[in-house]
């Protein structure tokens, strides 16, 4: 009985004790949340929690403890110190508790949750690893960190989560987890051994950014110095474009000061090339008074832009001061042999404070930064190929005009500014073209660039001592001006005291020299229509002002254009235009006409292939305008031209004309008055045209059509209709001739017709149909009719080239006025009436009109029909001899012929019925045969020479008379002699005239 009581007692004490400490569980649910929540014991919680864990902790917001599902202590904005320096704060402090410890009234806790904390540590760390090493009751400890930020110095890191371990007998630190380093999310572990011990404690960690965008491993100890050392590796994913990932190693060591990466060795593979960047260097990050890293590289094939980027992310973390020393590196598309550049990066953006690079073409570029603030960099550019240089640089940059050829070198020095918006701002330029084969000009300046998707506005304002430019180079550079797809735009002011256009040896003199050029001015964007506008422009030459002002669209418009040039000398300004595009003034700028002042006006406004236009020109008292409708396209311009000059005399004098202007003064050729003009006009690349002229010179005036066909073989075309011609002397027109002759140009005018034809005395001939044939040595006037004398004239005459120029003529008249032929003819023919027709076929040779004479070659034939010849009566003569007859013998005496030769040089008039003259001509001397009058009253038969040459005549003139019967009448021979215009007759057998 007493072991069954025994063991009902037991039994009992068991329930009473379960009961016992159910009823303690129950009451410590109900009560202590209620005790430990609130602020009734919070000095107390306080301390406990700062015993617990081994820190001052204060607890700002409320207190939670709950016991359900599992013990917990939960406090809101705490703060927890360290006794060693470092501060860390918290929004909320969670600690899950041991349930037994928590039932005899202790706090033992299993696992730590810190949610929002910031921790701040001092570096270097107070005892180096001493000071993470965890006390002594977080051995079994499980910490978790939510959402947190740790500040290690002037380090920080945001977003962190970390499963933080301890233990062992050595205080192992093990921790891991996420972070967000410089906005980049990474995962991280970090082990820290042997963090209680005397030695160095071995400290492992890894960085994994996310997207593989790289990582990074350190290996190495930290000390109790809080000097860390050990390897620093890892892997950069692809920094831009083809950039492959960056592969680096070094050696690491970290004190309080600094953290230095020394023997850096880096690694880039550019998989689309198989090529390898190489870098070796240094880097330090100084961290006070404020964090900085200095980079010391030295590398070769890098891909500048991925340099770039890698660059920038790492000042979003760090602010960076680099120092590189590059070779065999690209940007874009460009090779830089070498690249020198001192540089600071943060995350406002990157600036340069020293740069030294090698350029395309053998350039090179330099930049210092000022060390005074606020002022900008002074560059220095030297290039002497620019055109190399550009062209390889505008692989890179598509903006970049091409180099105009021919300008040589460029060098310049400035003062570069880069602003945030990307434009580059060069003031207080110093700068050269040329030099060495090249002409040199210096220059100075300003120069804005601000560069875009499509081009680059800039503004450039440059003035030039002396501007020295080469034929080539000018042709050059309008080109680049007026291409139609301009990738620069922006204001331009060009100045230069002195331009000169050269050859390129130095020592020749200027082509050309002008002074006081100024070019205000503006390259026009595509919404502006594009090209170029010129607000004003001028240019001295000598005496002569040009000035003007327009805008050219890209597509070849203009508008409103206006151009001025006017001077005291207009050959000195065409000689010094003409000598300054490399060209050799014709003889004809030598000319009197061009000796004057003058005045040329343009205005033109329009699209490229119907631009109206006006020119005007005042040459002394000469009048040009021209109203033309040019398609520049095409190359062809049509509109109204007039010329006008007061004097005709005084303009042929002034064109050089004195010699055709005859002995007396033009007033002969082409008589007094002045020169009219007015015409339709057209223009192309290969003809100049007069479609419609009507011109007065002096006393002559003409109409018609004309066209000059340009090239190597220039040609005249066309018609003329003229009211009045008139034509020079024959030394005029014979002096004419040789010089068109002389000439390349070809005539060919099918039809010219003349009301009438004078010369200086009188008409010559009405109603005039021809042509004007000029070629191959000969000119040619063809005479399809005339009126002259009464009659009709046709036939040809041909002058040929050469030493002693020919002269061909065959023509024919037919139904003439006999006395007016004899009269205008100047040889004292004694015909009263009549009508002549006239063969001639004659050829001659010389350079004068009397060389012409005196070798003057062919036939003459004339026919004439009831020639009255005054002087001459040989009724009366037949009437004398009947008489005579009929009291004389047979045959007669002397003295009977004497008065029978007498009764026929009476002043009375005989008509014969016709007349035939065939005479042939050779050395200038026509000579008579088969040549006589015939009439009812007798017949007259003529022989003898008639010497143009020497205008001599030696005619034997027989006449005899008509008598009834069976009886011939004697012959009566006339010797006709002397000059003529003025002929000696003399009788033979001793007769003589009354």
Do not use: C
């Not at 965008?213 to 190495?220: D, N, Q, S, V, Y």
């Not at 170029?532 to 002002?545: E, Y």
């Not at 140009?745 to 001939?765: H, S």
Request: no cysteine.
């Amino acid at each position: 009985m007493s072991d069954a009581a025994d063991h009902r007692t037991r039994v009992a004490r068991r329930i009473i004790a379960v009961l016992v400490v159910i009823g303690l569980a129950a009451v410590a649910i109900v009560y202590l949340p209620r005790i430990a929540s609130g602020n009734y014991h919070r000095a107390a919680i306080e301390r406990l929690a700062s015993d617990a864990l081994g820190r001052r902790v204060s607890i700002a917001g409320p207190i939670e403890l709950s016991l359900l599902p599992d013990p917990q202590l939960r406090a809101d904005t705490i703060t927890i110190g360290s006794p060693k320096g470092g501060l860390i704060t918290a929004a909320t402090l969670k600690l899950d508790l041991a349930p037994l410890p928590l039932l005899l009234g202790r706090l033992r806790a299993t696992r730590l949750t810190l949610r929002k904390p910031d921790v701040t540590l001092p570096w270097p760390l107070p005892g180096g690893a001493a000071a993470v090493a965890p006390p002594l009751w977080l051995a079994s400890l499980h910490a978790t960190i939510v959402d947190g930020v740790f500040r290690l110095g002037s380090l920080t890191f945001d977003h962190v989560d970390l499963s933080i371990f301890t233990g062992g007998p050595n205080a192992v630190l093990a921790a891991s987890g996420t972070l967000t380093i410089g906005g980049m999310p990474a995962s991280v572990t970090l082990d820290i051994d042997n963090t209680g011990g005397a030695a160095p404690a071995p400290v492992q960690s890894t960085i994994r950014l996310d997207g593989n965008a790289g990582r990074m491993a350190f290996k190495g100890t930290l000390d109790h110095a809080s000097v860390l050392r050990g390897t620093l590796s890892g892997m950069l994913a692809g920094l831009g474009g083809t950039s492959g990932p960056v592969d680096f190693h070094g050696d690491l060591a970290a004190d309080g000061a600094v953290v230095m990466l020394r023997e850096i060795d880096a690694r880039v593979t550019d998989p689309r090339i198989g090529d390898a960047s190489h870098t070796r260097g240094s880097a330090t990050i100084v961290l006070r008074p404020a964090p900085l890293l200095r980079l010391d590289l030295t590398g070769a094939r890098w891909r500048i832009g991925a340099g770039q980027t890698m660059l920038r992310r790492m000042a979003a973390v760090l602010p960076i001061a680099a120092r590189l020393d590059l070779t065999d590196s690209r940007f874009d598309h460009l090779t830089v042999k070498s690249i020198h550049a001192d540089l600071t990066s943060d995350a406002a953006g990157t600036q340069l404070q020293a740069l030294a690079m090698s350029l395309p073409g053998a350039g090179s570029l330099t930049l210092a930064r000022s060390t005074t603030p606020g002022e900008a960099e002074r560059v220095r550019i030297a290039a002497p190929d620019p055109a190399r240089t550009i062209a390889a640089l505008r692989a890179s940059y598509a903006w970049l005009p091409a180099w105009p050829d021919g300008l040589g070198a460029l060098t310049l020095t400035g003062h570069l500014r880069m602003r945030a918006d990307g434009a580059i701002d060069l003031a207080g330029l110093k700068g050269a073209l040329g030099g060495k084969t090249w002409p040199r000009s210096g220059f100075t300046g300003g120069l804005k660039v601000r560069p875009g998707r499509h081009g680059a506005t800039m503004a450039a304002d440059l003035a030039f001592d002396r501007l020295r430019l080469t034929p080539a180079a000018l042709g050059a550079l309008r080109a680049a001006l007026l291409a139609k797809t301009a990738t620069i735009t922006g204001p331009i002011a060009l100045r230069a005291r002195t331009l000169d256009i050269v050859t390129q040896a130095k020592t020749a003199p200027p082509l050309f020299t002008g002074t006081h050029l100024l070019i205000d001015g503006a390259l026009r964007d595509a919404t502006s229509g594009g090209g170029v506008a010129l607000s004003l422009a001028t240019l001295r030459i000598g005496q002569t002002l040009l000035v003007g002002h327009g805008a050219r669209r890209s597509d070849g418009g203009i508008m409103a254009a206006r151009w001025l040039i006017t001077g005291p000398d207009a050959a000195a300004t065409l000689a010094a235009v003409t000598h300054g595009f490399g060209g050799k003034p014709p003889p004809w700028f030598g000319l009197p006409v061009w000796h004057h002042r003058f005045a040329a006006a343009l205005v033109a406004a329009g699209p490229m292939r119907a631009l109206h236009t006006g020119l005007t020109l005042h040459l002394g008292a000469i009048r040009a305008a021209a109203l033309p409708v040019i398609d520049l396209a095409g190359g062809i311009a049509t509109g109204a031209v007039t010329l006008h000059a007061p004097n005709a005399v005084a303009l042929i004098r002034d064109l050089g004309g004195a010699a055709v202007l005859g002995p007396r003064n033009g007033l002969d050729w082409p008589g007094a008055g002045s020169v009219s003009l007015r015409a339709s006009a057209f223009l192309s690349d290969d003809r100049i045209g007069l479609p419609d002229f009507v011109l007065s010179l002096g006393a002559l005036t003409t109409s018609g059509s004309l066209s000059l066909r340009l090239g190597d073989r220039p040609a005249v075309a066309g018609s003329i209709a003229a009211d009045t011609l008139m034509i020079p002397a024959a030394g005029t027109l014979l002096h004419l001739a040789g010089a068109a002759m002389a000439g390349k140009v070809r005539i060919a005018l099918p039809r010219i017709t003349a009301a009438r034809i004078a010369d200086a005395e009188t008409v010559v001939a009405r109603h005039v149909a021809g042509s004007l044939a000029l070629g191959d040595g000969a000119v040619t006037l063809g005479v399809d009719r005339a009126d002259v004398a009464g009659g009709v004239l046709g036939g040809e005459a041909t002058i040929t080239d050469g030493t002693a120029p020919g002269l061909t003529i065959k023509a024919h008249l037919q139904n003439a006025d006999a006395a007016r032929l004899a009269q205008d003819s100047g040889i004292a023919a004694p015909i009263g009436a009549g009508t002549m027709g006239v063969a001639a076929d004659l050829t001659a040779h010389g350079t004068t009109p009397a060389d012409w004479r005196k070798t003057l070659t062919g036939s003459v034939m004339a026919l004439g029909s009831a020639l009255a010849i005054r002087g001459v009566d040989l009724a009366a003569a037949s009437n004398a001899l009947a008489q005579a007859l009929a009291r004389q013998p047979a045959h007669p005496a002397d003295a009977l012929l004497r008065t029978v030769v007498r009764a026929a040089l009476q002043n009375g008039t005989t008509v014969f019925d016709t007349a035939t003259l065939q005479g042939a001509v050779a050395g200038g001397v026509m000579t008579l045969d088969q040549s006589s009058l015939t009439g009812t009253a007798g017949s007259i038969g003529l022989g003898g020479t008639v010497d143009f040459a020497n205008d001599r005549l030696a005619l034997t003139a027989t006449l005899q008379p008509h008598l009834d019967g069976t009886i011939p009448a004697p012959a009566l021979p006339i010797d006709l002699t002397g000059s003529l215009d003025h002929p000696h007759i003399v009788a033979h057998r001793g007769a003589s005239p009354p």
